[in-house]
């Protein structure tokens, strides 16, 4: 039976982010996509692509869920999300892993998930400066993207490496393939076991 990625859509999201993880989840035939909004409302994301959300907040569970996806966007640098963060806190003490890349990594700090993980993001002053409640820089890693604990997060400019975050971390691929895939995605050195 296949479990379910869920990507969390709303207007203004950074389209590109999740676009490789999306792929590689689907192509493994172990998952199936869907897509989750605030509300039933169709969005809008940054590249101008309309998505009507399969679900909403209210109406997902755990049960078979295989990863929590947050893209970036202007959104998270407003004000944070009270049932987003609470529903942030449930996923993850059901062991639901969550993945979290550019400004979502403020909504993981502000539903306290960073606590005693290991996280990044842009960059510390960028959580130290829009989440009041943060104090979590000693687990702070200056990387491009980090695993702990089931929480993946990574900064802007790190989508492939997002990606191979949460493929190694859900097993889509054993190590070698997934090494081989960033390598191609990232470096440009082709794969053939991946063609």
Request: hydrophobic share 45%; net charge negative.
């Amino acid at each position: 039976m296949q479990k379910t990625a869920y990507l969390l859509v709303f207007d203004g999201l950074a389209d590109w982010e999740p676009a490789h993880i999306l792929c590689e989840l689907r192509k493994s035939g172990q998952y199936e996509v869907k897509t989750v909004g605030f509300s039933p409302e169709p969005v809008t994301t940054m590249g101008g692509i309309t998505i009507l959300p399969d679900a909403t907040l209210e109406e997902i569970e755990a049960v078979d869920m295989a990863v929590f996806i947050l893209p970036g966007g202007h959104m998270w640098e407003q004000q944070g999300n009270g049932p987003l963060q609470a529903l942030l806190r449930d996923l993850h003490a059901q062991n639901v892993p969550l993945a979290a890349i550019c400004g979502a990594t403020l909504e993981i700090a502000r539903a306290g998930l960073t606590h005693q993980v290991r996280h990044t993001s842009n960059i510390l002053e960028y959580l130290q400066a829009l989440v009041p409640t943060y104090d979590d820089h000693e687990y702070y890693v200056d990387e491009s993207a980090v695993t702990d604990q089931n929480i993946v997060t990574a900064d802007a400019l790190s989508s492939i490496d997002f990606a191979r975050e949460i493929i190694k971390l859900l097993g889509v691929y054993n190590e070698v393939d997934a090494d081989a895939w960033y390598g191609m995605y990232k470096h440009g050195i082709y794969a053939p076991q991946l063609a």
